[in-house]
T-cell receptor, first 109, second 118 residues
Framework: KNEVEQSPQNLTAQEGEFITINCSYS?????LHWLQQHPGGGIVSLFM???GKKKHGRLIATINIQEKHSSLHITASHPRDSAVYIC???????????FGKGTKLTVNP | DAGVIQSPRHEVTEMGQEVTLRCKPI?????LFWYRQTMMRGLELLIY????????DSGMPEDRFSAKMPNASFSTLKIQPSEPRDSAVYFC????????????????FGAGSRLTVL
């Protein structure tokens, strides 16, 4: 079993829909990252969080440390949000990230 | 800042050849990471440096892979000899020590080097 599991693997939505991507992990962590990989291949860091919730524009990330679960929400989705979203966790005492397999999101106009 | 700069962007080589990938991190960043991405395994950490010193190289597949960071502004990942199974996209990323102010712990990725070994 992978240390980091994401669901769903693939997600197709219509423009304007509310999107939720989930990430569960099985180890104790010091931080969790959400990354976005564009169709061209570039990777952008969206959030790093260790507790609670963070918001940036239409993106919201939450984490529940007790339940070992994080969610990434996109409000009012747009075709430009189409990308692969990757969850990664960091254990205490190390800067090493362990990655989920990613969720491929397609938002249709 | 121009961000994390990687070269080459694309490399096609034949099995057995030496491959050298290069990375220039963001100025002021004291962590540098090398990752590999394949369809089968996704993203994996190969090695990371802190202040030019290798900290964790447990992800380096085998002795054919080596990485160096001779100074704060340059790192190389070398594969010798290369094999077809090394075909992947190799990403370099950098960040600043957590707790050192705004923007610390934000991981910035380079555009990647796509390696094809025939």
């Amino acid at each position: 079993k992978n240390e980091v599991e994401q669901s769903p693997q693939n997600l197709t939505a219509q423009e304007g829909e509310f999107i939720t991507i989930n990430c569960s992990y099985s180890v104790g962590i010091s931080a969790l990252h959400w990354l976005q990989q564009h169709p061209g291949g570039g990777i952008v860091s969206l959030f790093m969080l260790s507790s609670g919730k963070k918001k940036h524009g239409r993106l919201i990330a939450t984490i529940n440390i007790q339940e070992k679960h994080s969610s990434l929400h996109i409000t009012a989705s747009h075709p430009r949000d189409s990308a692969v979203y990757i969850c990664a966790v960091k254990r205490g005492g190390s800067e090493k990230l362990v990655f989920g397999k990613g969720t491929k999101l397609t938002v249709n106009p | 800042d121009a961000g994390v700069i990687q070269s080459p962007r694309h490399e096609v080589t034949e099995m057995g050849q030496e491959v050298t990938l290069r990375c220039k991190p963001i100025s002021g960043h004291d962590y540098l990471f090398w990752y590999r991405q394949t369809m089968m395994r996704g993203l994996e950490l190969l090695i990371y440096f802190n202040n030019n010193v290798p900290i964790d190289d447990s992800g380096m597949p085998e002795d054919r892979f080596s990485a160096k960071m001779p100074n704060a502004s340059f790192s190389t990942l070398k594969i010798q000899p290369s094999e077809p199974r090394d075909s992947a996209v190799y990403f370099c990323a950098s960040s600043r020590t957590p707790g050192t102010g705004p923007g610390a712990n934000v991981l910035t990725f380079g555009a990647g080097s796509r390696l094809t070994v025939l």
